[in-house]
């Protein structure tokens, strides 16, 4: 923390608050900002700077708002651009996740009157936070794999233990209809070898005999 306080930080171009689309039809614009953005594991940090905090010493209280998310350090940058009457904080938590949640949580939220701005300051990791934060990424996906893999599992024999259900409730089990069928495949008769039926042809009734025309 010491050797973060003596950087001088510049600004570069992911500090700055993106411009949302302008091509939305009038009557889909909404009240408020509804832009998504997706973020990469390599943008995402658990260094954060905010921006827009008024220069009214409410560095004690910006730090009680972002210690909900989780441990942290709030040191106020020196000598960083900002806009008049307003300052910037670097703020460091203990992990990654809690980084993310408060990034989420707190940008564009209203603070003493002025709207915060906050973003990911990956460029302020060592190494080390680089790998520990790539390590956790690993770890965090395989998890996720497991518990999908469970939750397929439970979900198929939640469908085997329906279907079994379904014939039971019929009034037979489903041993007993494949011993039924294993019979009647079985003990069926073979009709390869038995004679076609004879069919017999219909009666034809006879016609009355007509009396011989006489001539006039």
Same mark, same amino acid.
């Given at each position: 923390?010491?050797?973060?306080?003596?950087?001088?930080?510049?600004?570069?171009?992911?500090?700055?608050?993106?411009? /949302? #689309?302008?091509?939305? $039809?009038?009557?889909?614009?909404?009240?408020?900002?509804? #832009?998504?953005?997706?973020?990469?594991?390599?943008?995402?940090?658990?260094?954060?700077? /905010?921006?827009?905090?008024?220069?009214?010493?409410?560095?004690?209280?910006?730090?009680?708002?972002?210690?909900?998310?989780?441990?942290?350090?709030?040191?106020?940058?020196?000598?960083?651009?900002?806009? %008049?009457?307003?300052? #910037?904080?670097?703020?460091?938590?203990?992990?990654?996740?809690?980084? !993310?949640?408060?990034? !989420?949580?707190?940008?564009?939220?209203?603070?003493?009157?002025?709207?915060? &701005?906050?973003?990911?300051?990956?460029?302020?990791?060592?190494?080390?936070?680089?790998?520990?934060?790539?390590?956790?990424?690993?770890?965090?996906? /395989?998890?996720?794999?497991?518990?999908?893999?469970?939750? !397929?599992? %439970?979900?198929?024999?939640?469908?085997?233990?329906?279907?079994?259900?379904? /014939?039971?409730?019929?009034?037979?089990? $489903?041993? &007993?209809?494949?011993?039924?069928?294993?019979?009647?495949?079985?003990?069926?008769?073979?009709?390869?070898?038995? $004679?076609? +039926?004879?069919?017999?042809? +219909? #009666?034809?009734?006879? !016609? +009355? &005999? %007509?009396?011989?025309?006489? $001539?006039?």
């Amino acid at each position: 923390i010491d050797c973060l306080k003596n950087r001088r930080m510049r600004k570069r171009q992911h500090h700055e608050k993106a411009e /949302v #689309a302008v091509s939305r $039809p009038q009557y889909r614009e909404a009240r408020w900002e509804r #832009a998504v953005k997706a973020y990469t594991v390599n943008q995402e940090s658990r260094f954060l700077i /905010v921006f827009n905090v008024p220069a009214i010493k409410v560095e004690s209280d910006l730090a009680t708002l972002c210690a909900q998310f989780g441990s942290l350090s709030c040191n106020q940058i020196e000598d960083y651009p900002c806009e %008049e009457f307003t300052e #910037a904080f670097l703020v460091i938590f203990q992990t990654i996740s809690s980084g !993310r949640l408060a990034k !989420r949580k707190l940008d564009n939220r209203s603070f003493f009157g002025s709207q915060l &701005h906050v973003t990911y300051a990956p460029e302020q990791e060592s190494v080390d936070d680089t790998r520990q934060k790539l390590q956790q990424r690993r770890q965090d996906v /395989v998890r996720r794999l497991a518990a999908l893999q469970r939750q !397929r599992g %439970e979900l198929e024999k939640t469908a085997a233990a329906g279907d079994d259900r379904a /014939v039971a409730k019929a009034g037979k089990s $489903p041993a &007993h209809w494949a011993a039924g069928a294993a019979a009647a495949v079985s003990s069926g008769p073979d009709v390869s070898s038995s $004679p076609a +039926p004879v069919v017999p042809e +219909p #009666a034809v009734a006879a !016609r +009355p &005999h %007509e009396p011989a025309s006489v $001539p006039q």
